[in-house]
């Protein structure tokens, strides 16, 4: 998965437009492998990126679950934590090949 798309769902507070489409924006980057299309492109970039940002806003208010809501700040602290882990294996592998 895109590393630049993260989860929206089950936050409090809850997830704004600008972060369902900003995850839009990425998911339409990612697939078309562009990250600005050409001006023949706009109109079909921007299409996408509305029409998934819409479906992504309706699946996220349908969504349910049991689950108490997820802390932004302690969300961010493990993908921090993630992060540094996976470039520590990239240092270490790096360092064993070369």
Not at 48 to 54: T, V
Not at 55 to 75: G, I, S
């Amino acid at each position: 998965m895109c590393r630049n798309i993260r989860c929206l769902h089950n936050f409090e507070p809850a997830t704004t437009d600008d972060e369902v489409r900003e995850a839009a924006l990425q998911f339409v980057r990612k697939v078309s492998g562009s990250t600005r299309p050409s001006r023949a492109n706009a109109p079909a970039f921007e299409d996408a990126i509305d029409e998934i940002a819409a479906a992504t806003r309706r699946m996220l208010d349908r969504l349910v679950t049991a689950a108490p809501p997820k802390n932004r700040e302690l969300e961010a602290i493990k993908g921090r934590a993630r992060h540094e882990q996976r470039m520590e294996r990239e240092v270490r592998i790096r360092t064993a090949a070369g």
